[in-house]
T-cell receptor, first 115, second 117 residues
Framework: GAGVSQSPRYKVAKRGQDVALRCDPI?????LFWYQQALGQGPEFLTY????????KSGLPSDRFFAERPEGSVSTLKIQRTQQEDSAVYLC?????????????FGPGTRLTVT | AQTVTQSQPEMSVQEAETVTLSCTYD???????LFWYKQPPSRQMILVIR??????QNATENRFSVNFQKAAKSFSLKISDSQLGDAAMYFC??????????????FGTGTRLTIIP
């Protein structure tokens, strides 16, 4: 079956522009995660949804970052007034249910470059 | 807060040989899960192996096995009979098991594994 998909795969934004990154999780997956991966680093947690409820947004670096999953499936990560430090790969992951040692399935990521 | 440390930024191994990647972590929790993820150059992260902290037996998946030392907070990955397709970044990750809603993974900085033909 289809895996996690993300769009766009690459995004170049001028500093100060707003961007929206989309994640399509695996159908039926309850949990959805966003991670930020800077060059040469491991992914860092941004936020987590269980269905449409955003249960944890402790990793969002500033109030310029906003995520939503209004119908419990597709999610959008929005970054307002982008800054150079926002340049990174943004990874989306989903898992079937909450709890247990459940595998998170990752998408290919969106590489954001802020110029 | 939990932290995960991978002290080997790069490793290389001859094809068909065995290599061990190191991972240590810091936590005050007693119940948690540990994972090794592989990220090939295409960047899609794939689960390699997982370990539940309450299980004493080390997890094994075909050529991949772990050495889980709970008291030492160590979780190393052994790859036997290395193949060219094993070349990738390998990330160690931690997840709490104790809190509902606390599902996030905490990753180390990764180890880049090169396979020498």
């Amino acid at each position: 079956g289809a895996g996690v998909s993300q769009s766009p795969r690459y995004k170049v934004a001028k500093r100060g522009q707003d961007v929206a990154l989309r994640c399509d999780p695996i159908s039926g997956h309850v949990s959805l995660f966003w991670y930020q991966q800077a060059l040469g680093q491991g992914p860092e947690f941004l936020t987590y949804f269980q269905n449409e409820a955003q249960l944890d947004k402790s990793g969002l670096p500033s109030d310029r970052f906003f995520a939503e999953r209004p119908e419990g499936s597709v999610s959008t990560l929005k970054i307002q007034r982008t800054q150079q430090e926002d340049s990174a790969v943004y990874l989306c992951a989903s898992s079937l249910v909450a709890g247990g040692p459940r595998e998170q399935y990752f998408g290919p990521g969106t590489r954001l470059t802020v110029t | 807060a939990q932290t995960v440390t991978q002290s080997q930024p790069e490793m290389s191994v001859q094809e068909a040989e065995t290599v061990t990647l190191s991972c240590t972590y810091d936590t005050s929790e007693s119940d948690y899960y540990l994972f090794w993820y592989k990220q090939p150059p295409s960047r899609q992260m794939i689960l390699v192996i997982r370990q539940e902290a309450y299980k004493q037996q080390n997890a094994t998946e075909n050529r991949f096995s772990v050495n889980f030392q709970k008291a030492a907070k160590s979780f190393s990955l052994k790859i036997s009979d290395s193949q060219l397709g094993d070349a990738a970044m390998y990330f160690c990750a931690y997840r709490s098991a104790s809190n509902f809603g606390n599902e996030k993974l905490t990753f180390g900085t990764g180890t880049r594994l090169t396979i020498i033909p």
